[in-house]
T-cell receptor, first 111, second 118 residues
């Protein structure tokens, strides 16, 4: 069945370093992929998305890479800051609008 | 960006009582809203899809008589946890969807409701 999962449950980085969070998915029919940031006790916050016909998309300090050959998605955060500490989820969706979430990676930024 | 609110933000109730959670889209009309459940240190699990004016579509394993969903208007959906038990304690999150060009939709998430059943 459909699934979206993450390779690592936790990631610790030094402030100022770049962070890379990975995600694997199994449904090759997904139309788009989204990265969300969730802080403790809050709802998910949209970070960036990428459509299935793209390989890379950049935002402010974030880049999402999509490798459809190996069904792999990554989120790169440049110059990681303490405010980036949160749980990051990848999710995939289709035209129907339903989102399937991955398991999440908890990012900790050390000062 | 679009704003979605949830009320209450947290609720504590006794076992056997029912609890209603509201989800509102504040600055746009949402024909579709989604309800998720999240356990500590876990991912969001989709419970049901709610379309305005029609019955909700529940995911496999979600009891529709336990989790009553009503989407009476384009800006309000409610989730009622009936006869709540301690195992229903969880973080409930809604999202409201806005259609985009090309047929896809974008989901905007509420801040969540923490339910604790004693």
């Amino acid at each position: 069945g459909e699934s979206v999962g993450l390779h690592l449950p936790t990631l610790s980085v030094q402030e100022g370093d770049n962070s890379i969070i990975n995600c694997a998915y199994s449904n090759s029919a997904s139309d788009y992929f989204i990265w969300y940031k969730q802080e403790s006790g809050k709802g998910p916050q949209f970070i960036i998305d990428i459509r299935s016909n793209m390989d890379k998309r950049q935002g402010q300090r974030v880049t999402v890479l999509l490798n459809k050959t190996v069904k792999h998605l990554s989120l790169q955060i440049a110059a990681t800051q303490p405010g980036d500490s949160a749980v990051y989820f990848c999710a995939h969706g289709n035209q129907g609008g339903k989102l399937i979430f991955g398991q999440g990676t908890e990012l900790s930024v050390k000062p | 960006g679009a704003v979605v609110s949830q009320h209450p933000s947290r609720v504590i109730c006794k076992s056997g009582t029912s609890v209603k959670i509201e989800c509102r889209s504040l600055d746009f009309q949402a024909t579709t809203m989604f309800w998720y459940r999240q356990f500590p240190k876990k991912s969001l699990m989709l419970m049901a899809t709610s379309n305005e004016g029609s019955k909700a579509t529940y995911e496999q394993g979600v009891e529709k008589d336990k989790f009553l969903i009503n989407h009476a208007s384009l800006t309000l959906s409610t989730l009622t946890v009936t006869s709540a038990h301690p195992e229903d304690s969880s973080f409930y999150i809604c999202s409201a969807a806005e259609p985009l060009a090309g047929g896809s939709i974008e989901q905007f998430f509420g801040p969540g409701t923490r339910l604790t059943v004693l």
